[in-house]
């Protein structure tokens, strides 16, 4: 490159650096005096909602990653005590190793304690719980077979509304062979 080409060039990038460093310079002190003439608003912070939050019989509709499946289903929590209570889930679990063949469905059910703290700044929840678990395997390889075992899991619960809220939760489950795992689950609940 010639070097009447290449100063030309330089001297073009040196005068937009410059145009950008005016630009930037007399935007904020264009906003700098705009602020300073502005009354300034008193700053305020609004809860979400101060009725009660999340107390109450509530139905959930689940679904996500369950062991080596996917699975989706219903939730009734029913407190027995604001910090614990009783969780019954009917899950339908789908699992299928291969295209055409060896797919298959099992139903489950589970009574499970869980704990959990109060609803903090009516906006969230920690929670954790488990309990036994029973599925029946509906079709596919081994239908009819009645699975056994058990599990927990742990979650956080935000709130949208007093009455409504999402769940995020990561667990365990054991029972069967194609049933044990890893599970990570979301839902929506309701409160009644």
Same mark, same amino acid.
């Given at each position: 490159?010639?070097?009447?080409?290449?100063?030309?060039?330089?001297?073009?990038?040196?005068?937009?650096? *410059?145009?950008?460093?005016?630009?930037?310079?007399?935007? *904020?002190?264009?906003?700098?005096?705009?602020?300073?003439?502005?009354?300034?608003?008193?700053?305020?912070?609004? *809860?979400?909602?101060?009725?009660? =939050? /999340?107390? #109450? %019989?509530? %139905?959930?509709?689940?679904?996500?990653?369950?062991?080596?499946? &996917?699975?989706? /289903?219903?939730?009734?929590? $029913?407190?027995?005590?604001?910090?614990?209570?009783? =969780?019954?889930?009917?899950? #339908?679990?789908?699992?299928?190793?291969?295209? $055409?063949?060896?797919?298959?469905?099992?139903?489950?059910?589970?009574?499970?304690?869980?704990?959990? =703290?109060? %609803?903090?700044?009516?906006?969230?929840?920690?929670? /954790?719980?488990?309990?036994?678990?029973?599925?029946?395997?509906?079709?596919?390889?081994?239908?009819?077979? $009645? %699975?056994?075992?058990?599990?927990?899991?742990? /979650?956080?619960? *935000? &709130?949208?509304?007093?009455?409504?809220? &999402?769940?995020?939760?990561?667990g365990g489950t054991a029972g069967g062979r194609d049933l044990s795992g890893g599970t990570a689950m979301t839902a929506v609940t309701f409160y009644l």
């Amino acid at each position: 490159m010639p070097a009447s080409v290449a100063r030309s060039y330089e001297t073009r990038v040196m005068s937009i650096r *410059a145009a950008l460093l005016a630009l930037s310079i007399g935007s *904020a002190r264009l906003l700098a005096s705009r602020e300073a003439s502005a009354d300034p608003a008193p700053a305020t912070v609004e *809860a979400p909602s101060t009725d009660p =939050t /999340g107390r #109450g %019989v509530a %139905v959930g509709l689940e679904n996500g990653l369950w062991a080596n499946g &996917f699975a989706s /289903g219903l939730r009734l929590r $029913v407190p027995l005590k604001p910090s614990w209570g009783l =969780t019954v889930r009917a899950l #339908g679990v789908y699992r299928q190793r291969d295209v $055409v063949i060896d797919a298959t469905y099992t139903g489950i059910g589970s009574l499970e304690m869980y704990g959990c =703290t109060p %609803v903090y700044l009516n906006l969230l929840r920690i929670y /954790g719980g488990g309990g036994p678990r029973v599925g029946y395997r509906l079709a596919g390889p081994g239908d009819g077979e $009645v %699975v056994i075992g058990g599990g927990g899991q742990a /979650g956080l619960e *935000a &709130f949208i509304r007093p009455w409504m809220s &999402f769940t995020f939760e990561l667990g365990g489950t054991a029972g069967g062979r194609d049933l044990s795992g890893g599970t990570a689950m979301t839902a929506v609940t309701f409160y009644l």
